[in-house]
């Protein structure tokens, strides 16, 4: 994918929390949409309705309606009726759980084409953990912190999501296996790592987004620019 076109917002998890509501209704604004498409993909065995339900009673009480896209496995990505329902949305929101299975659904799909375009021609996307992961190449391996091959909607770049919380050695196995073209970035819970429309990144949410810069991590508060990342 190319120059941002849209608005990208990566969460490090804790998707349509409390924590999350200034943040979501920031995205609201940012796509001027009353409507928020919803793919639980990733939780596909992880009870998906309820995370449908738990976005359209988030979204309800910042004045915007959620669509659920019941995409669950393969062969639905792979139907073109469905791509359509996401063809110039103008915000798309992916839950968390399995990255591994959210991406082997995604990838090299119709409704793949169909999330890619609509945020090239502005809309917003929004991923929680898992899928702000899997939009990243390289993207961080849940099985062990090293890297494989993600969606890359941004390149050189890989999101170590839950970070606030996460075990010291994960995440000092992906320090020590990061590409040296890639930066490696912590973002807590309810929290993400937001690039707009310009290309710029900031945050936003309730937490913090550590850059690690040399092994060490540089922590930027909610509101606060953050520079030296890919704009591609």
Request: proline share 5%.
């Amino acid at each position: 994918m190319g120059k941002a076109a849209g608005t990208l917002a990566l969460l490090g998890g804790g998707e349509w929390r409390p924590g999350s509501r200034d943040l979501d209704s920031e995205l609201l604004k940012a796509s001027g949409a009353a409507e928020v498409v919803v793919l639980p993909t990733a939780a596909a065995f992880e009870h998906p309705g309820r995370a449908v339900e738990r976005a359209t009673e988030h979204f309800k009480g910042l004045g915007a309606k959620v669509r659920g896209l019941s995409v669950l496995h393969r062969t639905e990505a792979t139907e073109k009726s469905v791509a359509k329902e996401v063809e110039g949305a103008a915000f798309v929101y992916l839950a968390d759980g399995s990255p591994l299975h959210l991406r082997s659904v995604l990838k090299d799909s119709p409704l793949w084409d169909a999330l890619e375009s609509s945020y090239e021609q502005g809309g917003v996307l929004a991923a929680s953990g898992a899928g702000a992961t899997v939009l990243c190449d390289p993207m961080v391996d849940p099985r062990g912190g090293a890297y494989t091959v993600g969606l890359g909607v941004v390149g050189n770049l890989a999101v170590f999501p839950y970070h606030g919380r996460a075990a010291d050695h994960m995440r000092e196995r992906s320090l020590d296996l990061l590409p040296n073209t890639a930066v490696l970035v912590g973002v807590d819970e309810e929290t993400a790592l937001i690039r707009e429309r310009d290309g710029g990144w900031k945050v936003g949410g309730a937490g913090k987004v550590a850059v690690y810069r040399d092994r060490k991590p540089v922590q930027y508060e909610s509101g606060a620019a953050v520079d030296g990342l890919p704009t591609k």
